[in-house]
């Protein structure tokens, strides 16, 4: 918010600055006699004059620096940030984790069951197995893995580790 507030301000000023250079060049053009040869010498001389573009550039950015930071500066002392809406967001991020953390679980117990029903498990299911798991997070790692060892040990899955 703070950033779009201040690329706001940005714009207009950048729009303000282009108007008042738009309204000299105007009055220079209509001051001119109207000969087009004289148009386009002017138009030229403009386009090809970049160093007194180059200091107003340099005058532009440091008003826009001056404005930004006064800007910021009164958005730091008129509020407080937002304490409450970031810990909520953290919690909604940790509810999400726990949801997907649980749902992967429940898919590599899924698997697991699939094996010990088949009875025996191969070593390309295994590694695949294996791959599922790292993705768990410690806890469901490691109950994963004593569920798996657990079935390997009982002999109700059949395969190598």
């Given at each position: ?6 690329l706001i ?13 738009f ?16 148009t ?8 090809v ?9 340099e005058?532009?950015?440091k008003i ?5 930071a ?14 409450p809406?970031?810990?909520s ?10 949801i997907?953390?649980q ?21 390309i299911e ?6 599922e ?8 790692r ?13 002999g ?6």
């Open positions: 918010m703070k950033i779009l507030t201040a301000v940005l714009q207009t000023i950048a729009v303000i600055a282009l108007l008042f250079k309204a000299s060049f105007e009055t220079e053009m209509s001051s001119t006699a109207p000969d087009s040869a004289l386009r010498k002017v138009v030229a001389e403009a386009v004059d970049r160093t007194a573009t180059y200091g107003d550039e005058q532009l950015r826009i620096r001056e404005e930004l006064s800007i910021l500066q009164s958005f730091h002392e008129s509020r407080p940030l937002p304490e809406e970031i810990a967001e953290a919690q909604e991020s940790k509810r999400q984790d726990e997907d953390h749902y992967q679980r429940e898919l590599v117990q899924g698997q697991l069951d699939s094996y010990a029903s088949q009875g025996s498990i191969s070593e295994m590694a695949d197995l294996q791959m798991i790292a993705k768990l997070d410690k806890s469901g490691k109950m994963m893995l004593r569920e798996m060892t657990k079935m390997l040990n009982s109700e899955l059949k395969g190598h580790l």
